[in-house]
Structure formats: structure tokens, C-alpha cells
């Protein structure tokens, strides 16, 4: 006998699968591959019957039908879990950026309906009402990107939405980005000379002098320990570099915390050597802390005896070390003042990382190999290097140029 074909309070008939509730929305009901019983709704037939065929076109596709419930707040949990190759310090800024900007905004999101709109409007979000500079959605992106391309590869959607967004967003915002510089010789003398004639800057100056003088990244310097410093040869040898942590992990009390990592990249295990004054800087450190009986105090990963530490003896870091820069900045500045209504020389606004720019800007005005600069800067790629090389010597030629002029000028004028 027959099975009677089910029909809507219009009298029409149904599909297999499709009913109207009896308060008369429609309904239609699938099992997916998991033998999961699955139900989408809709408000008349034909709407329901549009689902029906996405739905429809998705199983024929392979697209997991549990997409359509999977959040990317899921799916980066799950990207979380199988992450490997990161450095310890990278994958824990990746999950800070993620809890603090994306968790609690489009992270909401069902995978399904995000669309390459919803990540535009995301990113505009950022830079328009959160004010974050290009760099910080940048991160924001790589991994955002890399979660939904998790959930491409596992069939979750067919395209990844973030694809080109960044790229469309900064060719539609006008970000203001500053070209990093180094000091130029008056202003790292005038850095320098101040740090050690100024008894309350004097202890700065062993810190900030191997900076200068090697160009070692903020946390290769602040690892240096005794140990790695080859003073009767002039050798420093670059094998690690410290890194802090200034928000609260998960599983801790603390707010901050240091690890000690293998450097940035393979070329980042080097040698460098010691310039004249740098070698100075590192017995003017060991002389103050012989004088105040200072010791190092810590130990971090096994490592202890570290060369440049506080009246504490604990290690210094990046934020302290740029804090001290902004003071020693203004009290240079306002000496200078006093000098003169007029100063010849004034120290511009600058970080940590600029007194590695300053190394490398007085190498290449030395003529220095660009081979050399990449092995003493521990660049793994030669492009790295050749871009601020470029820089550097277009700015050389420039001035060149600018003292040819007046020459000519000159010339013409006896002429």
C-alpha cells in the first residue's frame, strides 16, 4: 500500500524530509556523514527549499554540514591544538591578539555565514574606532587568515574571506607610518657624551653603548651573560635572547614573565666583535657592579649570570630600557636649552630598536661589506638587509649631493 504524501496546510506536497510545524513554519531535516540528524527552518516553502538546495550543493561538495554551528572561536581552539613551528614567544603573542581582539568581536561568528564583508567591515573596525596601527591588524590577520584557511582545508567553506583583505585595507586607508632611522653621528655623540657626563644617566651608558656599537636586537643584549663576552679577544658571541612577556598568561598569577629563547632566525647565532668603546662599556658595567656589590640574582630556563641587570640583580627589558630612553631624551634636550636658544643638535624621539638602525647606518657610511652587515645583523635573508642598506645610501648620496651643489654654486659665483 502507498505511503501517503505529507502536505502543507496549503495542500501542497512535500519532500522527503520538509514538514510544517503547526504553528507554520517549515522545516527540513537531513543526516549528515556523521550520522547526526540535522534541521534548517524558514518561514515559506520556497525559502525552505533554497536551504534545501545549498544544503544540497554542500554535501555534493564535501562541505561538512557542522560548519553551519562551528564558530571561528571554535576553530581557532582547534587551530591552537595542532599550531606547531612557532617560537614560544610568537605563538603566545598570537593567542594575546586573538583573546584581546578577535574572541569577543567576529570571533562570534559562525564559519558559514562570514562573509569577505564581514572580515572588511572587521578590519575597518579596527583602524577606525579601536585606532590600531597597521602593523597590530596585520598580526591580527596572519591569524585570523590561518584559521580560516583551517577551515577551507578541512572542508568547512569553500573560500577563505580574508583572502586580499588586508591588502584592500591598506590601499584604502592612508596609514601614517614613520621610516625607522638611526641617529646620526652628532646625535649618538650627543646621546652618548650626555649618558656619561650625567651621574644619574651614568649607569645607562654600558646598556645603551653595546647597542650602539653592535646592533644587536633588544632581547640578544639583554640576554648576554658573562659567560658570552670574550673580553680579552673581543668577542661576543650571540647564542640566545631573552624574552618578556608584559600580559597575564592563562595559567598564572603574574602579569609578566621572561623565557629564554635560541635568536630570531638560524643567522641569528653569530659572532660579533667588540668595537673599542663597547669593550669599554662592558668593564664600566663590571667595575659598577663590583663597586655596589650587585649580583645577578635570577635564574631564567637554566640560564643565570646575566651581564646587564638592575640594583635588584634582575634582568633588565625592553619597556624599562625604552622608559629610560624617553627620560634621558627630554633632560638631554632640556640641557641643550640651556645652552643654547638655538641648540646645533637635539636628540629626536627613538627606541631601542633604532640604536640597531644607528649600528648599521654608521657601517654602511664606513663602506662596510653588505655580507658583513647581513652577518653581524643576523639577517637570515640578504633582502633584509639590502632594503636598509638602500636606505641608508640614498640618504648618503643625497647629502653628497647637496654639498656637490653648493660647490657648483660656489664655482659659478667666482666665475
Known amino acids: 500500500m502507498a505511503t501517503a504524501k505529507r502536505k502543507d496546510k496549503a495542500r501542497v506536497i512535500l519532500r522527503k524530509g520538509e514538514l510544517q510545524r503547526p504553528n ?94 564581514d572580515v572588511k567591515r572587521y578590519y575597518n573596525y579596527l583602524v577606525d574606532e579601536r585606532h590600531l596601527q597597521a602593523s597590530t ?14 577551515a ?48 644619574q644617566n651614568q649607569q645607562w651608558y654600558p646598556v645603551f653603548a653595546v647597542m650602539v656599537g653592535t646592533g644587536l636586537r633588544v632581547g640578544e643584549v639583554t640576554g648576554l651573560r658573562w659567560s658570552d663576552i670574550d673580553l680579552e679577544n673581543g668577542i661576543i658571541d650571540v647564542n640566545h635572547t631573552l624574552v618578556y612577556y608584559d600580559h597575564r598568561p592563562a595559567d598564572s598569577k603574574s602579569s609578566c614573565y621572561f623565557n629564554v629563547h635560541s635568536p630570531k632566525t638560524v643567522a641569528g647565532v653569530r659572532q660579533v666583535p667588540m668595537l673599542g668603546f663597547v669593550k669599554e662599556a662592558f668593564l664600566m658595567e663590571k667595575k659598577k657592579q663590583e663597586t655596589l656589590g650587585i649580583h645577578c640574582e635570577v635564574t631564567i630556563d637554566g640560564y643565570t649570570d646575566f651581564i646587564f641587570i638592575n640594583r635588584f640583580g634582575k634582568t633588565q627589558h625592553q619597556g624599562t630600557l625604552n622608559k629610560a630612553i ?73 647629502k653628497e649631493f647637496d654639498g656637490l651643489d653648493v660647490y657648483f654654486q660656489a664655482d659659478q659665483k667666482e666665475a
Open 24 to 117: 507554520g513554519l517549515y522545516q527540513y531535516a537531513w543526516t549528515d556523514g556523521n550520522k547526526k540528524r540535522n534541521f534548517v527552518y524558514a518561514k515559506t516553502l520556497d525559502e525552505l527549499r533554497e536551504k534545501e538546495e545549498m544544503i544540497s550543493k554542500d554535501i555534493s561538495d564535501g562541505i561538512k554540514t557542522e560548519a553551519r554551528y562551528t564558530t571561528v572561536n571554535e576553530l581557532f581552539d582547534l587551530w591552537i591544538d595542532i599550531k606547531r613551528g612557532l617560537k614560544n614567544n610568537t605563538f603566545e603573542n598570537y593567542k594575546y591578539m586573538y583573546e584581546t581582539f578577535v574572541r569577543c568581536t567576529i570571533g562570534k561568528k559562525r564559519v558559514c555565514d562570514l562573509k569577505k564583508s
Open 137 to 150: 591588524i596585520d598580526s591580527i590577520h596572519t591569524i585570523l587568515h590561518q584559521v580560516l584557511q583551517l
Open 152 to 199: 577551507v582545508d578541512d572542508d568547512y567553506i569553500r573560500n577563505n574571506p580574508s583572502d586580499n583583505v588586508m591588502k584592500e585595507l591598506k590601499q584604502s586607508h592612508v596609514f601614517k607610518t614613520e621610516k625607522r632611522r638611526g641617529l646620526t653621528v652628532p646625535e649618538q655623540n650627543l646621546f652618548l657624551e650626555y649618558l656619561k657626563s650625567t651621574p
Open 326 to 398: 624617553r627620560r634621558i631624551i627630554r633632560d638631554c634636550n632640556d640641557e641643550q636649552f640651556l645652552k643654547s636658544e638655538n641648540p646645533e643638535v637635539l636628540l629626536p624621539h627613538f627606541s631601542c630598536h633604532s640604536l640597531r638602525h644607528t649600528f648599521t647606518t654608521r657601517m654602511c657610511e664606513a663602506g662596510v661589506n653588505v655580507k658583513v652587515i647581513q652577518d653581524a645583523l643576523g639577517h637570515k635573508d640578504i633582502s633584509t638587509t639590502l632594503n636598509i642598506y638602500t636606505d641608508v645610501t640614498k640618504e648618503l648620496k643625497k
